[in-house]
């Protein structure tokens, strides 16, 4: 099946620092890219959809510039998170369809960044 | 109310058992329906897709969709102690040119042997 590798699986860092969190497609072209926040117990709260070449579409309440997203080829995507701070603590998940890989109906998955900010 | 409804559990069973998870929604327009699994402090896995209304078999795992009651379900059969997870219902309908899955909250399952 299609793999989408997510970097790094953890990562803590300083309050007031910024973090970059990457997803890749690995075996297919990666047309739409979501990203996702995760709470402990809670579901998949959707943060924005990127298409690549476009800018981000950000949900209701989530903050484009605290949240940048970077969608500048078929195979990479980036969330930063600028200016951390603790509340921003959670697991971060993107999933990937598109070109030669799973319609937008059945997107994979990478493996999750859990943010620390201390 | 939410767009899709899932209880937290958790549901223990023993080994062995037969599992059923349930997921319900409120938007008639969703076309798709998937089931993923999510171990702790993983990404979810997708296990089952369908579409529209019917069954879908997969070895152990069965997907049931009831869209006039707007009620989905999975079947675990044999359940094993690996099948411990966290189980996503989620749903899509076409927005804006693109699919985008609503999730449910996860059913936690615990299999003890």
């Known amino acids: 099946g299609a793999v989408v590798s997510q970097h790094p699986s953890r990562v803590i860092c300083k309050s007031g620092t910024s973090v970059k969190i990457e997803c890749r497609s690995l075996d297919f072209q990666a047309t739409t890219m979501f990203w996702y926040r995760q709470f402990p117990k809670q579901s998949l709260m959707l943060m924005a959809t990127s298409n690549e070449g476009s800018k981000a579409t950000y949900e209701q309440g989530v903050e484009k510039d605290k949240f940048l997203i970077n969608h500048a080829s078929l195979t990479l995507s980036t969330l930063t998170v600028t200016s951390a701070h603790p509340e921003d603590s959670s697991f971060y998940i993107c999933?990937?369809?598109?070109?030669?890989?799973?319609?937008?109906?059945?997107?994979?998955f990478g493996q999750g960044t859990r943010l620390t900010v201390v | 109310q939410k767009e899709v409804e899932q209880d937290p559990g958790p549901l223990s069973v023993p080994e062995g058992a037969i599992v059923s998870l349930n997921c319900t929604y409120s938007?008639?327009?969703?076309?798709?329906f998937m089931w993923y699994r999510q171990y702790s402090r993983k990404g979810p896995e997708l296990l089952m897709y369908?579409?529209?209304?019917g069954n879908k078999e997969d070895g152990r795992f069965t997907a049931q969709v009831d869209k006039s009651s707007k009620y989905i379900s999975l079947f675990i059969r044999d359940s094993q102690p690996s099948d411990s997870a966290t189980y996503l219902c989620?749903?899509?309908?076409?927005?804006?040119?693109?699919?985008?899955?609503?999730f449910g909250r996860g059913t936690s399952l615990i299999v003890h042997p």
């Open positions: 369908t579409y529209s209304s």
């Open positions: 999933s990937a369809s598109g070109i030669g890989g799973p319609r937008t109906t059945e997107a994979f």
């Open positions: 938007n008639s327009a969703f076309q798709y």
């Open positions: 989620a749903m899509s309908a076409m927005a804006g040119g693109s699919y985008i899955p609503t």
